[in-house]
């Protein structure tokens, strides 16, 4: 944790080192410029600070793997022979 403000300290302070030694550019007096750079300097030090350091990934979840179809079996075919004791359809008596 003192590592990483270390290293956000020393960052910002480059920074604005690096930009305070360059020629201005003569749009104004330049007070916008170093605001900006100073919010985001600031702002990368307390974002670092409060930033959880420890991540919780949660496992993958299951694979689901859809059940087969059902397989269909057609059922053997049946041979019936001929019934003798059933009544004719039109003659009305028993064959």
């Known amino acids: 944790m003192h590592m990483v ?9 480059l920074s604005i080192a690096t930009f305070s030694l360059t020629a201005p550019a003569h749009a104004g007096n330049g007070s916008a410029v170093g605001a900006g750079i ?6 990368a030090i307390v974002g670092s600070a409060l930033a959880p350091q420890t ?15 059902p397989v269909y079996v057609a059922p053997a075919p049946v041979y019936v022979g001929p019934v003798y004791n059933e009544r004719h359809p039109y003659r009305g008596h028993r064959r």
């Not at 949660?58 to 859809?66: E, G, Q």
Request: aromatic residues 14%; charged residues 5%.
């Open 55 to 69: 991540v919780y990934v949660a496992p993958p979840p299951p694979v689901y793997y859809a059940p087969p179809p």
């Open 38 to 43: 100073l919010g985001f300097g600031v702002g």
């Open 5 to 13: 403000i270390r290293v956000a300290a020393m960052l910002a302070a």
